[in-house]
């Protein structure tokens, strides 16, 4: 049998990327702490590098806070002194928020329970996520022990009278519900009819779906279909009540570990004095001093008894050039760094001068053709990193935003949101329509539809001018 076995020889061209760029690429992404702990790893498994200035406390008026979106940050350039710095490090450092559990387990801890109630009773709260609600059922919990489950059934509303009310529950419906008995029943802190009472603990129960839209009419109608009798006056009273509930009873503890964020970038404005002893044209024209915070990091250098010996060992040899390629990776980060934040300024000399209402639309396309990399880059370099200004921190992707204006380019969608909040905030009590906002904003030389409108309301957390 003759086999036909054919060999074919093809010629392709692969582009890899060798270790020394996939390094650079992955340090270009790192922002300080990260790389931060990166340099400290290359040090330890590559011992031809060595600290030359490790990272002290000195350093601690970088550190930032944010815990719940509140990035509490000073201004580093201002005139504020460094022990007021180090001051702010301890506030923001050693202060930890105390988590939900740990709030019950302390008003457990000074209850009356017995000791067996109290030990149910922390097997119960220690069930709990972040919003207070039972991550598996009390069958779930107590499915190895029957007579625990049911002491847990005669526990369980005991501990639901602990603070925050509404937690310690099933899901929403049933935290609100135990919110409206816990009101009703405090009598002084609440005048209203005990039909609108009854009515409450009513849709709460048993017609908890018709709150998605939360319309009078429609509520009343759907009710009155399903034999509940009451008027459109009773059910707007008793969704004014339900309103006045707490969806979110956890809101104010500690759900995540304090997560800090160090300024990679200083932005500061330039004296009068400063600006007249400047004789570079550019600066004049910019007139803000741009500053990567190098004392973020550890200063790093190359053993020189490792460059004295490389030349006689291949490995020690090797070992020098990692170093090299490493420390050129850490710099070409740091240079990149620079240079899109030195262009962010240039470009958003408004923002910078008089704040967010003047931020611009702003591409990465437009950045990477500035500085002569790929617009890939300009994104790796921007996420995640920290650009301290007098106007607050912020990352800088936030600088980079399209532009929504159909009729002005210069418009930033952060910019128009901003216009619009202020709109929102100086209406007061007058409830202004998706419509009307949007006619307010056109008066302003700003043309969006009524649904970009509605929109960007959404984002800053306003309800409609219905549930207003």
């Known amino acids: 049998m003759e086999q036909n076995l054919g060999f074919k020889q093809q010629l392709s061209q692969q582009q890899k990327l060798s270790y020394q760029m996939i390094q650079s690429i992955s340090l270009l992404n790192l922002p ?6 990166a340099i400290y790893n290359e040090v330890e498994k590559n011992p031809a590098l060595e600290i030359e200035k490790d990272v002290s406390f000195e350093n601690a008026e970088v550190r930032v806070k944010s815990t719940n979106n509140e990035l509490l940050a000073k201004n580093a350039n201002s005139s504020d002194s460094r022990s007021d710095n180090f001051q702010a490090f301890l506030e923001n450092t050693l202060y930890q928020e105390e988590t939900l559990q740990e709030y019950l387990l302390q008003q457990l801890s000074f209850s009356n329970l017995s000791d067996d109630e109290k030990e149910i009773a922390a097997k119960i709260i220690q069930s709990l996520d972040d919003r207070g609600f039972f991550i598996t059922s009390l069958e779930e919990i107590f499915a190895q022990n029957k007579l625990e489950y049911e002491k847990a059934l005669l526990v369980l509303p005991k501990i639901q009278k602990f603070d925050p009310i509404g937690v310690i529950c099933k899901n929403l419906q049933e935290s609100l519900e135990i919110q409206a008995k816990e009101k009703i029943e405090k009598a002084d802190d609440i005048k209203l009819e005990k039909e609108i009472n009854l009515l409450v603990l009513d849709i709460l129960h048993n017609h908890f779906e018709l709150l998605e839209k939360p319309r009078a009419n429609l ?18 009273l008793a969704i004014e009540f339900i309103r006045s509930l707490d969806p979110y009873p956890a809101r104010n503890f500690s759900t995540e570990k304090s997560i800090y964020i160090r300024p990679d970038v200083f932005v500061s404005r330039l004296s009068e004095q400063e600006l007249l002893q400047e004789t570079d044209e550019e600066t004049k024209k910019y007139p803000f001093k741009v500053e990567l915070v190098k004392t973020n990091l550890p200063t790093v250098k190359i053993s020189n008894d490792f460059l004295d010996y490389q030349e006689n060992n291949p490995q020690i040899k090797k070992a020098v050039n990692d170093a090299k390629n490493f420390l050129n990776a850490v710099e070409q980060r740091n240079s990149t760094l620079l240079k899109v934040s030195v262009e962010i300024v240039k470009y958003q000399k408004d923002f910078f001068e008089k704040g967010s209402l003047y931020l611009k639309p702003l591409r990465l396309k437009d950045i990477a053709n500035k500085i002569g990399v790929h617009e890939t880059t300009v994104s790796r370099i921007s996420n995640g990193k920290y650009l301290q200004c007098e106007w607050g921190l912020f990352e800088l992707k936030y600088f980079f935003s399209n532009s929504v204006n159909e009729n002005n380019d210069s418009q930033s969608k952060e910019s128009i ?12 009590e007058k409830k202004l329509s998706d419509q009307k906002l949007s006619e307010k904003l056109s008066e302003k030389g700003i043309n969006i539809a009524r649904r970009t409108v509605a929109k960007y309301r959404k984002e800053l957390n306003f309800d409609s001018s219905y549930d207003r």
Do not use: A, M, P, T
Request: contains cysteine; negative net charge; aromatic residues 0%.
């Open 219 to 236: 509520i009343h109608k759907k009710l009155n279909d399903l034999g509940v009798v009451c008027s459109l006056n009773q059910i707007e």
């Open 417 to 428: 949101k901003q216009e619009l909040l202020q709109i929102l905030k100086s209406s007061g």
């Open 32 to 37: 300080s702490v990260e790389l931060c702990e």
